[in-house]
């Protein structure tokens, strides 16, 4: 297929946009590079434009005679998304709807779109399945669901096919160490903790040790970037025209922070000072992945099941690429 994969120079956009290119699809990556690399993409392959605009949409769709669409690009920090909702609800939300709009204008019905477990909010239930209620606590988790809402309204009126995959914790990097996690300002954990490991930063912050888990700290489920590229491939496989797919992707093991950190400790043999810090606004305590569905569904199994083995990945990029796409 001719695959247009929207935020295909970010972090889980780039990796995707690479697995499909093996896989054997022609890929077309669109990202207006604010928070994408040039590095992370192809330079024969990238568009560089902004969502909004449909006629550039419109136009890339018909010449290159697009079959689907991949759609990474949004805002994706909790924190951010309640400082700045405007910025969630433009981006997010009317870019989004730019991009299905542009796609019934260019005759193309086929659609991944990239979700979250934050549209869950606080869950009633670990580990969390589909059929939890989706009752976002934070205006990030807010807008993702509300594109999930118009998939299914795109679906039922003009015979869209979709899947929303809500993704846990995604982490590591592509194992040659061609393709990692590079955000400015980085926020999460894992390269947070490696930065310390290279001296770049001082020591990590624990956010919250008195949380209700086994040692005090929250509870994640990291998946491998290149697990949830995957995912993807095998979900682009299964659209059929007025159907959607809704389905988690975690690999159903949880870790706390101060697991996390052990990993990165064991990866890196770097001490890693780690300090208390108060708890970060909006985290639940335990997010863990129930995944059957998508096994089911998809025939996905994750390869990366471990957090050392994930981690590992994870170090090779921050290790051979210590300024990120920087020193690419
Ligand atoms: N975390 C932390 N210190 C940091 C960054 C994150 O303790 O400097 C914790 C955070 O509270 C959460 C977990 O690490 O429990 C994963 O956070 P991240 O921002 O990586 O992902 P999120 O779960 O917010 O999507």
Redesign the pocket.
């Known amino acids: 297929m001719n695959i247009l994969v929207s935020g295909g120079a970010g972090y889980v956009g780039s990796h995707a946009a690479r697995w499909l290119a093996r896989a054997g699809h022609d890929v077309w990556i669109y990202d207006n590079l604010s928070q994408g690399h040039r590095g992370a993409a192809p330079p024969d392959r990238l568009i560089v434009a902004e969502l909004e605009d449909r006629e550039t949409l419109v136009r890339t769709m018909t010449e290159k005679r697009i079959d689907a669409v991949m759609h990474f690009a949004a805002n994706a920090l ?1 924190g951010e998304s309640v400082e700045n909702p405007s910025k969630y609800y433009n981006n997010n939300i009317g870019g989004s709807i730019a991009l299905l709009d542009a796609m019934r204008s260019a005759g193309v019905w086929r659609i991944v779109f990239s979700s979250t ?2 549209t869950y909010g606080e869950p009633e239930q670990v580990p969390i399945t589909e059929q939890e209620p989706q009752k976002p606590i934070n205006p990030y988790g807010f807008t993702k669901l509300v594109i999930e809402r118009a998939l299914e309204d795109y679906a039922r009126a003009y015979g869209f096919g979709y899947a929303a995959l809500r993704y846990f ?1 995604a982490a590591g990097a592509s194992p040659d160490g061609d393709l990692g996690e590079d955000h400015t300002p980085e ?4 390269p ?2 490696l930065q310390v490991a290279l001296g770049q930063r001082e020591a ?5 040790e008195d949380w209700p888990t086994p040692d005090g ?4 489920d990291y998946v491998h970037v290149d697990d949830l590229a995957d995912a993807h491939l095998k979900a682009l496989e299964l659209l059929r025209p007025g159907e959607g797919l809704k389905l988690n992707l975690g690999t159903g093991r949880g870790y706390s ?1 101060r697991e ?1 950190i052990d990993a990165c400790r064991r990866a890196s043999g770097h001490a890693i000072p780690a300090k208390s ?1 108060p ?2 606004p909006g ?1 639940p305590a335990e ?1 863990i992945a129930d995944s059957s569905l998508a096994k089911q569904v998809l025939g996905w199994t994750p390869k990366y099941t471990d957090i050392d083995a994930i981690v590992e990945t994870a170090w090779r990029w921050h290790k051979s690429h210590p300024r990120g796409y920087n020193d690419a």
């Open positions: 909790v477990t934050a914790n926020s999460h954990l894992i947070l903790v990590i912050s624990i956010f919250g700290t929250c509870i994640r922070v996390v810090a708890r970060r985290d997010l």
